[in-house]
């Protein structure tokens, strides 16, 4: 584990070096647009995404300087739609990673540009040259980004999200949701942070799709436990947010030590997953398992 | 003019009909986000981008069946722009082509969502093996339309627009503003037709390039001068809602008379740029010329 919390301080120290690279300065006009893409970008979150991203590399042996793109672009993508979440036409929040939301900071308006922009610089990061070893496969790793964060991956989720507000979910269609809200963007950070290296075989896929669902799964599992068990300061966000407002959460549907075993049963199958790997996978293996023992 | 005429009507259709093919069916889930990504995007516009791309693309001898996926890419660009741009934090408007905005007809919340899914989707298309000759050029394309809308294109445009309502602009700054605003995603339209079929030439894409530059500003001079003297109903969007937002146009600096000889002045210098095309470009020299004769 000691190992582990290291090589994660590595990752969230290397990804704030290149986020703050690729995000505009904010003395480049539009400056103010430039600010808040920065404000909302840097200096907070578990960076979960770039360090899969960074493991998964590490499984197929990708050159770490080419997985960083991707690790970038993963959380770009992620912000743009935590920065969107927050706005008062979705989830109104004013408090994200222990500071004002975007546009509680500065305005409705600019936060909405923010994530507009976020987005499209996602796309810029891992269209640049030293992104992937050949053009071919990262043409596909454009396009995986694409759909995993598009109307069938994670806006798509979204609107399953706000269409179930209030409403009773079974388990099936509760994960559904999350399959697509959280789950398309996890497994594109795992698999585009593999093919930085050029294109796994498809076995690699296969294992590498799977210990994403699982972890994807187990993520929102724990996201719902936490929420429930942990207070506003620990969190960086709202707590018990979610059971407020009237979404489903696991824990409408099991009690929390049930939902600790479902998670650890997820994390079980992701390891199982990746055994392939051998001592190449020990990053992602550790990701699962921090996973399940998170405190916030 | 008759030729032109037919050919445009010919591009629409194409459009219409590859937009519809790629934008997911309104039967898949996320069903209500679908049915308000088609909404948004079929049935209306005037489609110039997609015209600006199959032009570009005659000039330079490119498979028009290729400069489809960039034809729909920067339209699914614009229409999200223009989704995102209706909404109440922005310019809040209620007519769009017509017919009631995304926000009006829909919510604002699928609004929002209307606008993020529209931009994966743009990229998702772009990215399809079919969008291009070769990887390299491919992967440059999405750069390209990665920069066009992000913070130092289309989307930084808007911030500064923000900022300088209520304000009186220069005419540089002014420029400044429609050249990010809709002058990089015009440009993007002409650059992209162009390298469907592989990279052009450093004159051809300068020439393109060029082109684009007085054409985005020609038409933008000529937007405000028909903003100005036209009605709500043959705008198919609120006439005069600019002036009354207290926003900068050419109409603040220069009579509509002097706006006229300007955008005349725009053209003749977009018909140079292309000249060295010949026969090949005349539907880019076609679209210029429409573009100051247009009644809305």
Chains 1, 2 share one sequence.
Request: hydrophobic residues 45%.
């Amino acid at each position: 584990m000691t190992d582990f919390a290291a090589w994660s301080r590595e990752v969230q120290s290397r990804i704030e070096s290149a986020l703050a690279r690729v995000l505009p300065n904010s003395a480049i006009a539009p400056e103010k647009l430039h600010a808040a893409m920065r404000y909302a970008t840097l200096g907070g979150g578990k960076r979960i995404r770039p360090m899969l991203a960074f493991a998964a590399g590490e499984a197929v042996g990708a050159d770490p300087a080419r997985v960083e793109y991707a690790a970038c672009a993963v959380e770009l993508v992620h912000v743009y739609s935590l920065t969107h979440d927050d706005l008062p036409c979705m989830d109104d929040d004013d408090l994200r990673r222990g500071k004002p939301t975007c546009h509680v900071q500065f305005d409705e308006a600019t936060a909405l540009l923010v994530g507009d922009a976020l987005q499209s610089l996602a796309f810029e990061v891992l269209a640049e040259p030293g992104a992937c070893v050949d053009k071919a496969t990262q043409v596909d790793m454009l396009a995986l980004l694409a759909k995993a964060s598009g109307s069938r991956g994670m806006a798509g989720g979204q609107a399953v999200d706000l269409a179930a507000t209030g409403k009773s979910l079974e388990l099936a269609e509760l994960e559904f949701m999350h399959i697509h809200k959280t789950g398309a963007l996890i497994e594109a950070a795992v698999l585009l942070g593999a093919m930085a290296g050029g294109m796994p075989s498809d076995a690699q896929r296969q294992g590498l799709r799977h210990y994403a669902h699982c972890v994807g799964l187990a993520f929102q599992v724990m996201d719902d436990v936490l929420d429930s068990e942990t207070d506003t300061a620990t969190l960086g966000k709202t707590a018990g947010k979610d059971a407020a407002q009237g979404k489903a959460t696991y824990l409408t549907l099991m009690s929390a030590k049930e939902a600790r075993v479902y998670a650890n049963e997820l994390i079980e199958n992701a390891l199982t997953a990746i055994d392939h790997f051998g001592d190449a996978g020990a990053n992602l293996a550790a990701i699962a398992r921090f996973i399940v023992e998170r405190r916030y």
